[in-house]
């Protein structure tokens, strides 16, 4: 249903016309909308994922150049950071975020995350 009527098909034989007019007749409301990974698909990473952020615009400031310049990971660009917030010289012209940076050489970390009192460990593969 994330994806509205374009997408949506019979999860058995993958027909979208009587499927859909049998969902729409049991009630189910599906929304006419483009699939949200189309709106996606050329979004850019516009935030700084560094643990400290010490841009005073904030996370989302992104200058083209200089120690607020955001470089993205060369590996997944999944990730981001200024060049400030890791301490990047002007001349380095490629980031791994740490999840990446470990790939290939037998290592892996952990992300530890908590909230509301529970405490959750995500390892990057």
Do not use: N
Request: contains cysteine; glycine residues 8%.
């Amino acid at each position: 249903l994330h994806d509205g009527m374009t997408w949506f098909r019979c999860p058995l034989c993958r027909d979208r016309d009587a499927f859909l007019t049998e969902m729409l007749s049991m009630g189910i409301r599906v929304p006419f909308r483009l699939p949200s990974w189309e709106s996606l698909a050329y979004a850019r990473h516009s935030r700084c994922d560094a643990e400290r952020c010490l841009c005073p615009g904030g996370r989302e400031q992104a200058e083209e150049e200089g120690p607020w310049e955001l470089l993205l990971c060369s590996s997944c660009a999944a990730e981001g950071t200024h060049r400030g917030c890791s301490s990047l010289s002007s001349t380095r012209a490629s980031w791994e975020c740490d999840c990446c940076a470990g790939l290939g050489t037998g290592k892996s970390k952990s992300i530890h995350l908590s909230w509301a009192g529970a405490r959750q460990t995500w390892r990057c593969v």
